[in-house]
């Protein structure tokens, strides 16, 4: 594991596998989850088809920055100022976060990726997607959404269940409310058993665990507000994954989010909630494989175009053709043409 600062001064821990001369991936992690999160499995799968694999904590979780001095904000005024139309008073947005993420791909000499974000992260990606075409190759929105209006949310106890965070923040406390939770809002059709629920948690948690640090970037989920005029701008090859039995995000939102976006693919796996679990990585890697290699050879071509477009040579105008014309009557002016000699 390594680390890069932003020119905000923002560290942020990450990870790279794979080849660096490889096409990029890079995967954004969601809502107070940390890199650890995406399967390894998932990742060697996706190193092994050819693509170099970065990941990272963002900012506020795990072993980036832990941005304490912003305080506890409050989650009912930045709701209040999204329905009233005010601008949110925030520690951060989800475009400093995005941000975060153009400045990890420039300290590590990445002109261009593919993003793949999951929950939060899939809003980020999103964000990248639209205000920076030329350095996203594909786009890939797992569980996530563009959060429209009149659209179902998450359901009440889920979410009341995932604030009720235990006070005191210690060891075992904190465990046990990570292993509630993925059970809360896990996948009915892809289970992980007590053991595998427990060493996601104690991994976590022992690489960091900050109940502010979630907080704050809830608050930034809250005040980005509606993003449907965003997501008709990208213009990228998007594959849209969502789980039929989410809690968290509801399908429909899911939906929602690839019609907003352009020729989206869409794929609803049956029995998938809200995470990534190993029984589903299979799965997973197939859609992905299928989605970014398409995704690549369209980029390729892409780049071939503009290469050829540039090596063109421009097209003569009328004024360019009548001065060749002026220059070349002018030249034979003054040629000098010799005289036969004559003879004695």
């Known amino acids: 594991m390594s680390h890069i600062t932003t020119p905000k001064g923002i560290k942020l821990a990450y990870e790279r596998m794979g080849d660096p001369d490889n096409p990029t991936v890079i995967l954004i992690m969601g809502l107070g989850a940390q890199m650890r999160i995406w399967p390894d499995a998932l990742c060697y799968a996706l190193v092994d088809k050819g693509y170099q694999v970065v990941r990272f904590d963002n900012r506020d979780v795990g072993l980036s920055s832990q941005l304490d001095d912003h305080g506890n904000p409050s989650l009912l005024a930045a709701w209040l100022s999204t329905k009233l139309k005010r601008k949110a008073q925030v520690p951060y947005t989800l475009k400093d976060m995005a941000r975060d993420v153009l400045a990890l791909m420039d300290e590590l000499k990445i002109d261009s990726a593919h993003l793949v974000g999951a929950s939060m992260g899939g809003m980020i ?131 929602d989010t690839a019609a907003a976006i352009r020729k989206a693919k869409l794929k609803i796996i049956t029995g998938m909630g809200h995470d990534l679990p190993p029984l589903l990585v299979p799965k997973l890697v197939k859609l992905l494989s299928k989605h970014l290699k398409k995704s690549e050879k369209r980029w390729h071509k892409k780049q071939q175009k503009a290469l050829e477009k540039r090596l063109q040579p421009a097209p003569q105008t009328d004024a360019d053709t009548a001065e060749s014309a002026e220059e070349l009557a002018a030249a034979n002016s003054a040629r000098v043409i010799p005289l036969p000699r004559q003879q004695a």
């Open 125 to 255: 990606a999103q964000i990248l997607a639209a205000k920076h075409k030329k350095r996203v190759r594909s786009l890939t929105s797992i569980m996530s959404s563009n959060t429209s209006p009149g659209l179902p949310g998450a359901k009440l106890d889920v979410l009341l269940k995932l604030a009720r965070r235990p006070t005191p923040f210690n060891r075992e406390a904190a465990i046990r409310y990570t292993m509630r939770m993925n059970r809360l809002i896990g996948s009915p059709a892809y289970p992980m058993d007590e053991m595998e629920l427990r060493a996601l948690a104690e991994t976590s948690v022992e690489r960091s665990a900050s109940p502010t640090g979630f907080k704050r970037q809830l608050v930034a989920i809250t005040a980005a507000g509606d993003r449907s005029h965003l997501l008709k701008k990208i213009k990228v090859p998007t594959l849209v994954i969502h789980g039929s039995d989410d809690p968290l995000i509801p399908a429909r939102m899911g939906e």
